[in-house]
DNA sequence: TTCTAAACGAGACGGTACGTCGAGTCTTAGG
DNA sequence: CCTAAGACTCGACGTACCGTCTCGTTTAGAA
């Protein structure tokens, strides 16, 4: 009766698992999400399927590490604060839209979107490694904002973050429009002013 | 020296397109996407393969025809107007939120959906066919309020839009928090009042 | 209770059939039998599927029609009577082996070879419509050898007519050795003569 | 740049080999050759598809190994030599004759003919490994026979061969008449006599 | 000569099998 | 015992033809 033993991870090759996760940006930004293989992986690291197999438990989350290991290296500790909000969330949106001009960044975030968008489990993991925490950031600015007197007190943070963000992740992803800096400007000012109009 | 001969839709089967599609949104609703085939669809729809790629170019395309006919059923000829327009975008935003309830719309869409991010074409299809149509009516409704003095004149009806509309399509396809009414509700408060503090 | 309705023969189109025919001979000389299909003759006939469907039960005797069509226009009705038994067999089964160059006649007669040697009824109908009349001419010219005292008495026709042209269809079919003159005008000899020494 | 890497025989499953030889030969004597598929024989062996098309090239080469097993594993080194010629070729036609009462080996080996009889490579695989070791036995019991006085000793022993047996494999492929063990006696008397009357 | 029923061309249909690709599992050899 | 390599079973891919089934459109015989 032998069950599956668990991979013991003290004895991991870090060697392999970089190259696994290099293959597995480089490919996904050469041949897209859709033609991406396990297999093709392996072969472009040079290392034998099980390998992936032993040490990630889908396609998806393979994914996600890579993912992470792509954005995580020249992740900020926080958002700039100059005092001026607008300012700086226009800052920071334009960043991201210029880091999707990268066809590297840009695939391996498809990517890994898509897994989550149909993996509930995945998805958790995304909320809590990747989104929780960058939100957090996100909070403490908007946060600072508040004492400065720049963000109405009874704004609920989380549905800010989200008026913010989602129009561009949005864009993005459906292709309804150019991501461009002077939409991002648009938004920051269009979310901090409001709709109605002000007498 | 013609290769591949367009086929005449006029002799097309008109019994084995409604099969397909409600097979199509049937097993996705059952399997959901990932485990979506072409095969499957064609057994389910009692149809062979070759009549499904014969009038259609890809899962995608497939897939989109399929969510055409799903949403497209009781689809509104316009928003409401009730001359409220915080309570006509809560109305609205409340049952987009609950017709994600419906397993088979939100696996549908989902489906759509990833087929979308990962191909330019279909997204431009997407885009001409469901999303701008749907931006139309909106916007019809934002210039009444416009009209109304409900909604500041110099606001940027896309980018209104997006700022409604995105947040909640985001959090459902990321999973980052419950799909309320509440939410919804805030959403809307929120954009209408702006984060910024009023005088 | 509708019964499949018999085809008029009188309103057959002969065009049509012809056309048929020599397509297919054409097709099975260019791309062989493997290669040959249904659709690919009803193609290249200008002629819909139906049509072929209408009037043949199967492949195999459309090949066979084929066939005779292309073997049967310069028959002969007789084999040639010299007097020279040996001379006269190895002129009929040179020809033979000649037309066996005509890589149109090599391939048609491979198919149908192909088609009988797996259809029982097929081979039925061959034996009576083209393998019993070829037997009958060439009993004729062994009963005229035997009159002449050039083939023994006892020896039993169909055994005869086996042992001289069995070994050219084997070695064509299945390619044992060269179908040279040399290796007919041997046979025939080796036939006559008998393998047991001479007193 | 390489393509189509030659897959490492020391690896092969003998298992599979041996399943999908064993499949062959009984799908092949139940559904004969018309209806035997690649797909089917996988699924009575138990194999994926894939397994049969990495070992072999075309169903064509797999049959002759399903039959070389076949027929392979009772084979005798040598023909019989009682001293007498004629009983001794009669011994072993009978034999064969008997052995294609077998519908198991009758179906096998019209697979395997039909095979070679449209791919001249497959042709001359089976002329090389199976044809010639069989021709060199036969000619060694006729050269027997010339150095015994039984045979003439200028007759040309593939000459001799193709008479002795091609009459019989020929009835039997198109089924011009029964192949009966009388028919197989005349066969060899008439061939070891001779046609020619004797004084 | 017109009428009309059939054969005709075209080709869509439900199917079966093709030969290929990749998933995920298992085995072998080597370090 | 991890690793590279790769053979294994399995399921789906997209294509080619099968034989059947409409569709209009000729076309030939009876009215």
Not at 16 to 23: K, Q, S, V, Y
Not at 178 to 183: D, F, I, N, R
């Given at each position: 009766m032998s069950t599956k033993v668990a991979p013991d991870p003290s004895r991991r090759?870090?060697?392999?698992?970089?190259?696994?996760?290099?293959?597995a940006i480089d490919l996904v930004g050469?041949?897209?999400y859709t033609k991406l293989s396990i297999e093709g992986i392996a072969h472009a690291a040079g290392v034998g399927k099980q390998t992936i197999y032993r040490w990630w438990s889908s396609k998806g989350s393979l994914l996600f590490d890579a993912f992470l290991t792509l954005a995580g290296e020249g992740e900020a500790a926080a958002l700039p604060d100059t005092g001026d909000l607008a300012a700086d969330l226009k800052l920071v949106l334009r960043a991201t839209v210029d880091e999707l001009d990268d066809p590297r960044y840009d695939q391996a975030m498809r990517a890994m979107?898509?897994?989550i968008v149909n993996d509930p489990i995945l998805a958790a993991d995304y909320v809590l490694r990747l989104d929780r925490p960058m939100r957090e950031l996100k909070k403490e600015r908007l946060r600072a904002a508040q004492r400065a007197g720049q963000l109405a007190e009874d704004v609920e943070l989380e549905v800010a973050i989200d008026m913010l963000f989602g129009p561009i992740l949005n864009r993005w992803l459906q292709r309804t429009g150019?991501?461009?800096?002077?939409?991002v400007d648009q938004v920051v000012d269009t979310a901090l002013r409001g709709l109605q109009p002000r007498p």
């Open positions: 090759s870090e060697t392999a698992r970089r190259a696994i996760l290099a293959a050469e041949v897209g979107h898509v897994e150019p991501l461009t800096h002077e939409y």
